[in-house]
């Protein structure tokens, strides 16, 4: 019974969920209401979507978390990332992260929710916070933490890793964010091999 009571919880927050992700994308943030939301959900009471979501902003949020989180075993993945040694296997481990950033950034959906925020932002600056708190920053505090790991092991020299850091993020999305420019056009592949060269700068200038 608690199972199958469970199954319908979650089956109910991927309903509107998935309702308000397509309605931002169609209409925007601000012009999409909360009523839209439960019905294009088919949920019929207010009452049962702030059983699961405080309000549109929460919501959205949840929306910007689950692009990312459903990537095939994206967290798992994250987990099982090598710890660096050395400078050679955080090089490899910094390419794998940047490559699979690069990924995410080239998605359509992503690509859309970004020009949508882009376009609402001057009405409803939060929009924008709430992308960094939710997206960006979270890519900055994995590679923080890396770094710090390295220093910890003194693999890396005794610099600014916050500077290296916000370099590094930073490069990834001026790459990423380029097909920004291709909107209703077929974008081209991730730069992987200039997020390798990024790499490449930043390995250097941790070097010892």
Do not use: C
């Not at 040694?85 to 080239?106: A, N, P, W």
């Not at 939060?126 to 770094?147: C, D, E, K, W």
């Not at 693999?155 to 420019?181: K, P």
Request: proline share 5%; glycine share 4%.
């Amino acid at each position: 019974m608690e199972q199958r009571q469970n199954k319908r919880v979650q089956q109910t927050r991927e309903r509107l969920r998935s309702a308000a992700h397509h309605l931002f994308l169609q209409h925007g943030y601000l012009a999409t209401s909360i009523d839209a939301i439960l019905a294009e959900a088919g949920v019929s009471s207010k009452e049962t979507l702030y059983r699961h979501y405080a309000g549109k902003e929460e919501l959205f949020i949840d929306v910007l978390e689950h692009l990312i989180q459903e990537q095939p075993g994206f967290s798992t993945w994250l987990a099982e990332l090598p710890r660096p040694q050395d400078l050679s296997s955080l090089r490899q481990t910094l390419m794998q992260l940047s490559h699979e950033i690069l990924s995410i950034m080239s998605q359509p959906e992503y690509l859309a929710l970004v020009r949508m925020i882009i376009a609402e932002s001057a009405r409803f600056p939060q929009l924008g916070s709430l992308f960094f708190s939710t997206i960006t920053q979270r890519g900055l505090t994995i590679v923080t933490t890396m770094l710090q790991e390295a220093r910890e092991q003194h693999v890396v020299a005794d610099v600014d890793l916050e500077a290296v850091t916000r370099a590094l993020i930073g490069g990834l999305i001026t790459y990423g964010f380029t097909n920004l420019m291709f909107a209703g056009e077929q974008p081209p592949p991730p730069a992987f091999d200039r997020a390798d060269a990024l790499i490449e700068v930043m390995i250097r200038a941790l070097t010892p």
